[in-house]
């Protein structure tokens, strides 16, 4: 029983956390959208809780693990929470990355256009990120497996966006610094997605039993193996 | 210890009477929950939800018996509800605003999950007991829309009106101040305030003429025979013709001659041009414009389609408001009231139709008019 209860407490924080790093990313890319230096800056401030919620969510998974030896699902949950939690911290991160070039761009003239569709860009990964989160609440590897197809649409969004702004400057030199800061942008994005996606995998994985697709994790590749 | 048959049929009849009582007032609460268009979530001092209202049910993306039992998080995950929820079993009333995701209304049961985004107040109210908190949203989405749409257009309508009215200002100062000047500066000041005040007038003429179609909106059509929408298409063509020729661009004409319905042909011909026109300032770069009236289903298209610069993604939604410039800079250059495009669409909906648009960068831009055709009679049930 004590065990169940520890289980409910670190559900509810990895919610929290899930809920904190959902906000982030929205904000940032409104603060991006909007030039609004402010909202960067408060994510960027927020991200300080995210770090303090990713630490204690870690100590509550470990303090379970020591204390209580889980045996199969909620030993599988347990290590899939641990993975999860760190996905969610670098999504943190990263949010809390853009806001930084939102401070920048926002100080910067509005006249240069993004040469891409950003707003349409952030908001697949916003979704990816939502629906791994969900797909992970209900242990539902329908939604999990679209999360990972949507991994592929933003990749392809990235590549373009890589051609675009070689081709900015080319034609223009002088926007050389503003054309790196909108790569990054779109690469952030796109960091974003792939940890969303490793979220993914990662609720394939505990709710399927199959732990070999844990270990080759960095080969992006490759997707998980289904039984 | 013995209690007498007739004091314990007494207590069961109080104790039913008490249920039924009961059941009734929870059939009423039910009803009135139900009746709510927000949505109203309770949780318990676990977090789990305990009752939902039946406008609730879409934003949790399922039945309200299947979320009974859920942590509040597993459903609605943002930072904001969860304050307001703890705040709310903490005994204290706390509100907030969050955008979230939710399911969208039209995502089809086994398709793909389609997301919707959402704008909503919250506001938490603690049960009697610290028993559980009780939590109302109220979506707001549409009315912060309408908000931003009213905040631009007065900023817009005072910016558009001001700028000329300053350059009369400078001038007319000026002319004051030099008596003497020579005639070519007085002929290149006049110029300027001929221009000016041309294009304030042209402002207020065009507001006018908006006001007017949503004054009298849904054009009594009754009272219109029907038109064939060719010769108008025609006489558009011809309005626009003068300055197609100084923007060297072709405007090919493609007419199903057999479409006519019920209308006011002069303000279908305006909304024409105001397309036409656009078409050619804005996508003139193309060489050309494609222009067609046809009959799809049963509605009848008028359709501009240009190949130019096209127009981005994020201006598509907003372009057929009042004042709206996707490039402040270069439409007011060309010469655009900022009216055109809304006009088309007051004209259009007053018709009983709509208009729509589709563009990409480096596509061009098609505007479309769709307007219903009166369906003939042998399609008409029996």
Known sequence: MLLSRQLEKI???????????EESVDCSVRAILTRDADLARKVIDNDDQIDDAEIELEEECLHALALYQPVAFDLRYLVAVLKINSDLERIGDLAASLSEAAVMLASRPASVEIPFDLAGMSRTVQEMLHKSLNALVNLDVKLAAEVRAQDDIVDDIHRGVYEAVQKMIQNDPRSAELAIAYLGLSRKLERMADHATYIARDVVCLTEGDFSSYHPRSDKESPAKQP | MKIPPHELAK??????AHAAGLSRENAELQSVLGAMREAVVAVGPDERITRVNAAAAPLLGMTADSARGRLLGESLRHPVITRVARAGLSGKVDEGEME????AKNASPGGSSALARRLFQVRGTPMPGRTGAVLVLHDVTQLRRLEVVRQDFVANASHEIKTPVAAIQGVVETLADAPEMNETDRARFMDILTRQTSRLSKIIEDLLTLSRIERGLAVDLAGFSPEPLAPIGSAAVE???PRANAAKVLIEADFDAGLALPCDPSMIERALVNLLENAIK???SGGRVAFRIARENNQAVLEVRDFGAGISSEHLPRIFERFYRTDKARSREQGGTGLGLSIVKHIAESHGGRVSVESSPGAGATFRIHLP????PAALPA
Request: glycine letters at 10%; aromatic letters at 6%.
């Open chain 1, 11 to 21: 559900r509810k924080e990895l919610l929290h956390m899930g809920a904190l790093c």
């Open chain 2, 11 to 16: 207590a069961l009849a109080d104790a039913t």
């Open chain 2, 100 to 103: 979230i995701f939710v399911p």
């Open chain 2, 239 to 241: 309005a626009c013709a």
């Open chain 2, 282 to 284: 804005y996508g003139g």
């Open chain 2, 373 to 376: 055709l009166a369906p003939p």
